[in-house]
């Protein structure tokens, strides 16, 4: 009796809801069918004493919502992270009053949270890491210079399991000061290098991963997080494999300078959809189309925020845009007071008409164009790519192989065919084929 008690506890506490508290500059990661939140904060006054409060319930700190399920906006499948409050190494990770950390998918698998801190706790190792399969915590020594991460940089992690970050602020490398850079750092191989961004030194920008390899840096601001004014009416684009930022101007409706924006990349790989801020126009959605560089406002249906919201996080999961907590100012959380839901859903499958909707449905269709946090959702995704293209190769290896074979034969047929020099036959030995009309006057000839 005590064992099935003791069991049924497990059970509860596993499956357990929680009821997060209001927060703005987390971090929100996809892995599997799990969307991992950690940090974050409500309050102006980020004092040591605040910071305390905050890392008093390590379940506020880091938990996750699970993606696996169908649910409603209104009833949130929040979930503890088993032994999280013995687990989390908040004493070995960045404070909110330093800037907190950013944090990012990585690793072979695409399985595993990297947690970069900022370079004020020296005392800290730079990073840190959570594989979700395991539930293991890890501290990671990465070669090259030393990686910085704050709660205002937003992480993107390509194809190959490099993750990019973009600082605005001062700091200093291995006693070199800096006012900007562009932080590669690969998480499979474990090192990281700093590169030029001196033409996008930002804050509270957005960022997103282009089918493509590239990356597309927009909005946000200067380090006194004010807006920069042409945010979106020029966009700037690194290319990882030559290390060349370029540019491009936009057209169309363009959206009004802001910052603490999220942009996420459409379905179909040729759209990127900005959402949310604090500054310009009630407008919460632009679109940008890739092919032409063109703005516009998407049609939307559907019973969408009240509060324009900025500081939130967003990620693509299955058809669905995911938003995720953010404020309407510096500390308002109007939204909350108003019954909106911590968590936006907007249906992005169809470009003609999105859907802002309250259901969360993970059978539907996956995403045309995954990125490779979505891929991690998917195990068999990766393995599935592999043996095609195995296949693949193998059937034109056949084919061509067969084609050989064919034109040796048919040489081989012709050398028969054509008489060597001194032959016997009596046809000359410069003579080529005869044709299928000479063939026919010989034989009449002979009749």
Not at 105 to 112: D, L, P, R, S
Not at 131 to 148: A, D, E, K, M
Not at 356 to 380: C, G, H, I, R, V
């Amino acid at each position: 009796m005590r064992f099935f008690e003791a069991a049924l506890m497990v059970i509860i506490k596993v499956n357990a809801q929680l009821s997060p508290s209001y927060r703005k500059l987390h971090s929100a990661v996809l892995v599997e069918k799990k969307l991992y939140i950690f940090g974050g904060f409500g309050e102006l006054n980020l004092s040591p004493e605040n910071e305390t409060n905050y890392n008093k319930n390590p379940d506020d700190r880091f938990f996750y919502l699970d993606v696996s399920t169908s649910f409603d906006t209104s009833n949130l499948p929040w979930r503890p992270i088993p032994d999280n409050v013995n687990n989390l190494p908040l004493g070995s990770l960045a404070s909110i009053v330093t800037g907190g950390v950013a944090a990012g998918i990585g690793g072979v698998k695409n399985e595993t949270i990297f947690f970069f801190n900022n370079e004020k706790d020296n005392t800290t190792s730079p990073v840190h890491s959570y594989n979700s399969p395991n539930n293991v915590w890890n501290t990671q020594s990465f070669s090259g210079v030393r990686p910085i991460g704050r709660n205002q940089m937003r992480v993107v992690t390509d194809y190959s399991g490099k993750t990019y970050l973009l600082t605005g602020f001062d700091f200093t490398v291995q006693g070199v000061k800096r006012s900007d850079g562009l932080f590669v750092c690969d998480t499979i191989n474990l090192n990281c290098a700093i590169k030029d961004a001196s033409v996008f030194s930002r804050l509270g920008y957005g960022v997103t991963l282009l089918p493509n390899g590239n990356l597309v840096y927009m909005g946000g601001g200067d380090r006194t997080y004010i807006p920069v004014s042409n945010g979106f009416d020029l966009i700037f684009l690194y290319d990882p494999i030559k290390d060349r930022w370029d540019s491009k101007i936009t057209t169309g409706n363009i959206p009004p300078k802001d910052v603490g924006i999220t942009t996420v990349l459409g379905l179909n790989g040729d759209k990127i959809i900005l959402f949310g801020g604090f500054n310009g126009d009630n407008n919460n959605l632009y679109v940008l189309d890739t092919t032409s560089f063109e703005w516009y406002v998407p049609k939307v249906r559907g019973k969408g925020p009240v509060f324009k919201r900025g500081e939130h996080c967003a990620n693509v999961i299955g058809k669905y845009m995911v938003v995720t907590f953010g404020s309407n100012g510096v500390v308002s959380s109007k939204y909350k007071d108003s019954g909106e839901s911590d968590v936006l859903l907007l249906d992005i499958s169809n470009d003609s008409e999105y859907v802002w909707t309250n259901s969360f449905d993970p059978t539907l269709p996956a995403t045309k164009s995954a990125s490779p946090e979505q891929l991690s959702s998917n195990p068999k995704t990766n393995t599935s790519v592999i043996v095609g293209c195995v296949v693949g190769v193998i059937l034109l290896i056949g084919i061509i192989s067969i084609v050989a074979f064919l034109i040796i034969k048919r040489r081989k047929n012709v050398k028969k065919a054509i008489p060597t020099p001194g032959g016997t036959d009596g046809i000359p030995s410069n003579a080529g084929i005869p044709s299928e009309q000479e063939l026919s006057s010989r034989r009449k000839n002979v009749i």
